[in-house]
């Protein structure tokens, strides 16, 4: 799976999560979690559900909001997991 894959696929699950609020089309890579509304316990949400579409695992450090702070920083995170495997 490409990068651009699990990004496509990422941001589907950011806007599952967070409902009408967003939409793929104004989702960007650098767009600060933060500011998207996506606290910790969304995070965790969505962890919840990249673990079960990737088949992957974080580890509990990982676990923090503020390693990831925005869609491109979760992306390399996601990607380099996949490829780990």
């Known amino acids: 799976m490409s990068q651009s894959e699990v990004e496509s696929k990422l941001k589907k699950l950011i806007i599952d999560t967070l409902g009408d609020e967003l939409s ?5 890579p650098e767009d600060k979690f933060e500011e998207l509304g996506i606290n ?9 559900m990249i ?3 990737f ?3 974080f580890e ?7 390693n990831f702070v925005d869609l491109k920083s979760l992306t390399k995170h996601v990607y ?3 490829n780990a495997i």
């Open 60 to 66: 509990d450090d990982d676990l923090d909001v503020n």
């Open 51 to 53: 673990e079960g579409t």
């Open 55 to 57: 088949d992957i695992e």
């Open 80 to 82: 380099s997991k996949i």
């Open 24 to 28: 793929l089309d104004n989702l960007e």
């Open 40 to 48: 910790s316990v969304i995070f965790i949400k969505t962890v919840v």
